[in-house]
């Protein structure tokens, strides 16, 4: 670029990039979803069905009316807490996939927590549920954070095996010493009473689960492009030396985010006992933590993304039901267009700053 | 009363009797149409287990004609099964649902059921009471008649006297099944013994298969199980040349020399007789219970390697069981601690409660509840 004339011209070319920008952070996962659904509609084809019926059936499953969304959005809403225990470490270059045994963890604590309380008033153990879970996740990602810092552990296995850990202190705990003896053929531990659960959104049938999400990512947001701390993660994920170098502290940036993460997913946890199950058990383990990491890698762990990509996921499995009962097809088609979705996406990668109508143009 | 339900037959012109059939009981909407019927499993439905028991059960009911089935599986214990429930109702009509996992219930099932008051749910897993909706309803069969019926094939069949168990998690029902093989087995062979492995969880395949592995290798040369899918347990030991008696399906397909014998459920017979019973407007019977009289039910044809003599004990019991004449859980029996846990003189029948409480293993029983 040549000495540039005035100084508004410059600032319409800033515009114009962070327009350019916008709309490719739009346009490139927009494409990658279609092309996924292309090659989905080939699938379905070769399993002797009518691509178009396919393509009609999940749109109305998933947002064809007002009780489809709820549907959608009641799926969704698990996905946005576990996305983000996995979007907030990645800022750190991070790849946590521990999340389910956060939620896990979480779901637990909340519970035992109501156990301990069980004369409070319904906000008081609310709030209390929601902060135990929160505890809970938070120490279980901080300490393969801890891991990784302190001792050099891959925090991508770590996190993964202290699942399998979670699940067993779960189940430990659930048959044993927090099980309600009238809990007989379904270890469970005692409800936390109707009074007391989560309501759900008014004029609707959504649990508040939702809200929860969608400000903890606005937060998540805030924190990582607005604040000097989300600064410092970035700079670290970047380049961790680089970060060392100008005194960043690595340690507490981790830890941090790690702790943060697991919150997260531990909230997730304490929803589904507090506005679903009303105590926890064996369903609080369905993967939600894994799908999690699904929604993260999808939204390019970027928080404002997580939202419309766990709708996104919450569609297609709110229309999976439709698939099986109209088509014939097995539930795995959902699992192949999932697959489908997310190897599109990765492949889509190499076309930032590659689509032609919105290159800059040499000046 | 095949009327009552067959649209072929108001079609034919029977009309006289079909629509007085038909306006008893059917919501408006659905009394042009086959009234819809969902199912909905946690798991695969061709499981060789717990799910394909199911999903033959409303294979039969659409063999049967004037129904529309719709089926979905994979369907986890959590708002996935309520908006599954909410689904069928809502974008198919579904009139009558059959949520079939024991977890399905409470909450899910019942909510809905107070939310959907015209629709009827009928639930596997005997949960009703009488604090719940009058739509919803629950069954469940005693299935340890036919473990007990296993259990003294495998006693007069066995060479070792040790017999395996692969059990998925010691809660009552599981434990009623496990002892009612190894009260079975006793019968037949005072000495056997079952040696008893929990791998903690539904479906653990290979968890499933190394135990199997591990009682094979102790000398048990006959087992069974009680976990969503036998499949892996049957095929093991198949392979290692043992026996085994099969659960919740017939797998003798998958074991063809060593398959002795089978505890089935009869959901073939029981999911048309509710759907009829349903259409035709009777009341929701909000808690059905039954074994081998009721035909809830049923055993697999015997294998090969059972004798004869082993065939005539377990079909004379299993002709006392449908008759109603017999009782499994008969005082004096000691848990494998030595504890009399039903005293002489005590029958506990069938439809005794303190048996859905059972927490124990009785004697002959290697391991432990924790």
Redesign the interface.
């Known amino acids: 670029m040549e000495a540039s004339p005035v100084r508004i011209d410059d600032s319409a070319a800033h515009w114009q990039d962070i327009l350019r920008g916008a709309t490719e952070a739009v346009a490139v996962p927009v494409l990658a979803v279609l092309a996924a659904l292309v090659l989905f509609g080939l699938f379905v084809t070769i399993a002797g069905v009518d691509p178009f019926d396919t393509y009609s059936l999940m749109y109305a499953g998933a947002f064809g009316s007002w009780f489809s969304w709820q549907n959608t959005l009641t799926r969704a809403a698990p996905l946005i807490l576990t996305a983000l225990c996995c979007a907030l470490p990645a800022q750190l270059g991070m790849v946590v996939i521990g999340g389910e045994g956060a939620l896990v963890i979480g779901g637990l604590a909340a519970a035992a927590i109501a156990m301990a309380l069980p004369d409070s008033a319904p906000l008081v153990l609310q709030i209390a549920m929601a902060i135990a879970a929160m505890a809970a996740g938070a120490a279980w990602v901080a300490l393969a954070g801890g891991l990784r810092h302190w001792r050099g552990v891959n925090e991508t296995i770590a996190s993964l095996l202290l699942v399998y850990i979670a699940v067993a202190v779960f189940n430990q705990l659930v048959e044993g010493v927090l099980r309600d003896p009238a809990s007989l053929n379904k270890p469970s531990t005692p409800h936390i009473g109707d009074a007391n659960m989560l309501t759900t959104i008014p004029g609707t049938d959504i649990h508040w689960g939702l809200a929860y999400g969608v400000i903890a990512c606005l937060l998540a947001y805030i924190l990582i492009y607005r604040t000097t701390f989300g600064f410092g993660m970035r700079v670290a994920g970047g380049n961790v030396k680089a970060a060392r170098m100008v005194g960043l502290p690595v340690g507490r940036l981790v830890l941090v985010a790690c702790g943060l993460a697991g919150a997260a997913a531990g909230l997730a946890g304490m929803v589904e006992v507090a506005a679903v199950h009303g105590k926890a058990n064996a369903s609080l383990i369905v993967g939600y933590g894994y799908t999690g990491i699904l929604v993260a890698f999808l939204a390019r762990h970027n928080p404002l993304a997580i939202v419309p990509v766990a709708i996104l996921l919450g569609g297609i499995g709110a229309s999976g039901g439709l698939l099986q009962r109209r088509l014939g097809l097995p539930d795995a088609t959902v699992l192949v267009l999932q697959g489908l979705i997310f190897i599109a996406i990765l492949t889509s990668e190499v076309l930032y700053g590659r689509l032609p109508w919105l290159k800059r143009k040499p000046s | 009363m095949e009327f009552k339900l067959s649209r072929r037959s108001l079609l034919q012109g029977t009309a006289a009797l079909g629509a007085t059939a038909l306006a008893a009981g059917l919501p408006f909407g659905a009394r042009a149409k086959d009234a819809a019927i ?1 199912f909905i499993y946690v798991g ?1 439905r061709d499981d060789f287990g717990y799910n394909q028991a199911h999903a033959q059960g409303a294979a039969a009911l659409k063999k049967l004609g004037g129904f529309k089935v ?11 099964v309520e ?2 429930m ?3 109702i ?3 009509g579904a009139v009558l649902v059959f949520p079939t996992s ?2 399905y219930y409470n ?1 899910h099932m019942v909510k809905l059921a107070k939310k959907y008051d015209k629709v009827r749910f009928l639930h596997c ?1 005997g949960l009703w009471s009488d604090k719940d909706p009058a739509n919803a309803g629950s069954y469940f069969g005693y299935i340890d008649e036919c473990q007990y019926l296993n259990g003294i094939v495998a006693g007069y069949t066995s060479k070792t006297g040790k017999l395996g168990f692969i059990a998925a ?5 599981v434990l009623r099944n496990i002892n009612a093989f190894t009260l079975g087995a006793k019968l037949a062979n005072p000495n056997a013994t079952t040696q008893v492995i929990f791998t ?2 539904w479906s653990m395949p290979v968890k499933e298969a190394e135990a199997t592995n591990g009682l094979i290798n102790q000398g048990v040369d006959v087992v069974t199980c009680h976990v969503d899918s036998p499949k892996v347990v049957v095929e093991t030991a198949e392979k290692r040349g043992i026996m085994v008696c099969g659960y919740h399906v017939n797998q003798s397909k998958l074991a063809p020399k060593g398959y002795l014998t089978g505890a089935e459920w009869n959901w073939e017979e029981l999911y048309p007789k509710l759907a009829k019973s349903a259409a035709g407007g009777e009341k929701l019977p909000n808690l059905v219970r039954g074994g081998l009289k009721e035909g809830v039910v049923k055993t697999s044809a015997y294998g090969p390697l059972v004798e004869e003599k082993a065939r005539k004990h377990a079909d004379d019991i299993k002709a006392k069981l449908t008759a109603g004449s017999y009782v499994i859980f008969k005082g004096p029996i000691k848990d494998n601690k030595g504890n009399t846990v039903i005293a002489t003189g005590t029958d506990r029948g069938q439809t005794d409660i303190e048996l ?2 059972m927490n124990y293993l009785v004697e002959g029983v290697l391991g432990a509840l ?1």
Not at chain 2, 70 to 80: F, G, H, K
Not at chain 2, 169 to 173: G, L, T, V
């Open positions: 969902g695969p719709l089926e979905e599986e994979n369907v986890p214990e959590t708002v996935a908006k599954t909410e689904s069928m809502n974008l198919d024991f977890g909450p897993g998690k010691p809660i009552p029902q903690g969880d859905e409480k924790a």
